[in-house]
């Protein structure tokens, strides 16, 4: 794979992603972030918990990188659901170092 930078906000997420770590991926956010994943939107700590642990902690997902080009990741995830592999977009909002708006589509 190619050397890719990413902002620290960015390197954060994948990496409590990918060590399945909920509450190092719950520090990435801010107060009043907002995912958009899958139709539907989680707001507020608790919200965003809840989506952690469902779209990314129990189905054990690993990301890995393609691309990075201003606010879009492109990455392949994969885990315990059918079909995986799959790439994914990941458009983050990030303020202060940390996520504060994803919006997350199939590639």
Do not use: C, Y
Request: charged share 20%; proline share 6%; no cysteine.
């Amino acid at each position: 794979m190619n050397d890719i930078t990413l902002p620290n906000a960015v390197e954060n997420f994948i990496a409590a992603t990918n060590a399945h770590d909920a509450n190092a991926l719950a520090a990435v956010f801010s107060d009043g972030a907002t995912v958009r994943d899958d139709g539907k939107t989680w707001a507020g700590e608790a919200e965003i918990r809840e989506w952690i642990q469902g779209h990314l902690i129990t189905p054990k997902i690993v990301l890995t990188p393609t691309s990075f080009a201003g606010d879009r990741l492109v990455a392949s995830g994969d885990g315990d659901f059918p079909g995986g592999p799959l790439s994914f977009s990941f458009v983050f909002g990030i303020k202060d170092d940390q996520v504060n708006d994803l919006a997350i589509a199939p590639v």
